[in-house]
């Protein structure tokens, strides 16, 4: 290694145009921004989705289907979880707050008890709605279904 050999580290030095400082630096007159048109000016700000006047994709592409404002959407919990979540913690009763507090659901979510999976305990459950397969096969279970009026 020489003096006449050194170099910088790669990425340690940046080479940066340096525009709009006369022609004798090769970025002055239109300092790289073209001749004329909106984007040649200063302040020009697109808006998203803009092409140049052009109808927009968002636009072009047809719309369909239909979205009911007034669906309820419920969070899904099925029997297998419960089981499991009986068997690591030996409890009688599930409700929203013990649920939430194990992560299944958010404190906010309307929850369904679905009826994938079987239940061998003995559990009363209280939820916002129940399949017609699980609330069976809790009660064939001896346990019981509570709704909640949400």
Not at 35 to 58: C, D, N, T, V, W
Not at 138 to 147: K, N, P
């Amino acid at each position: 290694m020489n003096l006449n050999n050194l170099t910088p580290a790669d990425g340690s030095v940046k080479n940066k145009k340096r525009i709009g400082r006369g022609q004798g630096s090769g970025h002055g007159g239109t300092s790289t921004r073209g001749h004329k048109g909106a984007k040649s000016r200063s302040g020009y700000k697109s808006k998203i989705g803009f092409e140049g006047g052009q109808m927009p994709l968002q636009r072009r592409v047809p719309k369909f289907g239909f979205k009911n404002i007034n669906r309820v959407e419920y969070k899904g919990i099925n029997l297998d979880s419960i089981q499991k979540l009986v068997d690591d913690t030996k409890i009688s009763e599930i409700t929203l707050a013990i649920l939430s507090e194990k992560g299944l659901v958010s404190k906010n979510d309307n929850v369904k008890i679905l009826g994938r999976g079987e239940l061998k305990a003995k559990v009363k459950i209280t939820a916002h709605a129940f399949s017609a397969t699980a609330k069976a096969a809790i009660e064939a279970a001896g346990g019981s279904a509570e709704l909640i009026n949400a």
